[in-house]
């Protein structure tokens, strides 16, 4: 009731309520994860930080980017100079979607559908932070954001838009650097980040 009550304060709306979003069921991935992972961050952050979906440790512990990705994109950030507890953290699917195999559960990617069943969770977000940059990193953010499918190559580095006019940064997703097998490859791809976040950082500023 305390945390409803500061949200009455803050005026957010009633839609990017979490315990609403924990009820979801506009797509069926509610069905395996132990629970919905909102965004976190200030409501008035000026950059939002948009990932795919959460992982394993993520869906355990409620919070995005505390598990293996999200070390890495704080190593990143930090390096960049983006402050992340001032960014507003968040997922394009606020569902993990996985695939039991033994003990583990495997990541799977959300299908197109689901991607469009949760923008109603990321627009109600935008709605009340109304960053004045968002980062999307990984092509299932890009094109939730933009609706662009295109392939990430030749978008990292630039800036694009939502429909709505809000820049989006696309970068690549922490993830797809730690999967990088080649060392060269993968501190070339860590630089092009980093560059990326520095840029995002100017929008904190
Ligand atoms: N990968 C994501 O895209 N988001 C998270 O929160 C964690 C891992």
């Known amino acids: 009731a305390p945390a409803r009550a500061a949200r009455i304060a803050e005026r957010l709306p009633e839609r990017a309520d979490p315990d609403a979003l924990n009820?979801?069921?506009?797509?069926?991935?509610?069905?395996?994860?132990?629970?919905?992972?909102?965004?976190?961050?200030?409501?008035?952050?000026?950059?939002?930080?948009?990932?795919?979906?959460?992982?394993?440790?993520?869906?355990?512990?409620?919070?995005?980017?505390?598990?293996?990705?999200g070390q890495l994109f704080d190593q990143i950030a930090g390096e960049a100079g983006l402050?992340?507890?001032?960014?507003y953290v968040t997922n394009a699917v606020k569902h993990f979607k996985f695939t039991p195999r033994g003990k583990r559960r495997i990541h799977q990617r959300p299908n197109i559908s689901e991607v469009q069943a949760c923008k109603w969770w990321l627009d109600a977000e935008i709605a009340q932070v109304r960053p004045g940059l968002i980062v999307?990193?990984?092509?299932?953010?890009?094109?939730s954001l933009t609706g662009c499918g295109a392939g990430l190559?030749?978008?990292?580095?630039?800036?694009?838009?939502?429909?709505?006019?809000?820049?989006?940064?696309?970068?690549w997703h922490p993830s797809y650097l730690l999967r990088l097998a080649d060392a060269s490859g993968r501190m070339e791809a860590t630089n092009e980040m980093r560059r990326d976040l520095t840029i995002a950082a100017q929008y904190q500023q």
């Open 23 to 69: 009820a979801c069921t506009r797509c069926p991935l509610f069905c395996n994860a132990t629970q919905a992972v909102p965004g976190e961050g200030p409501s008035d952050a000026r950059v939002m930080i948009v990932g795919e979906q959460p992982g394993d440790q993520e869906d355990l512990a409620g919070r995005p980017f505390v598990g293996p990705a």
């Open 83 to 87: 402050e992340r507890s001032s960014a």
């Open 136 to 143: 999307a990193m990984g092509s299932t953010a890009a094109q």
């Open 153 to 171: 190559k030749a978008r990292q580095g630039q800036i694009e838009q939502t429909p709505e006019g809000t820049p989006v940064l696309i970068t």
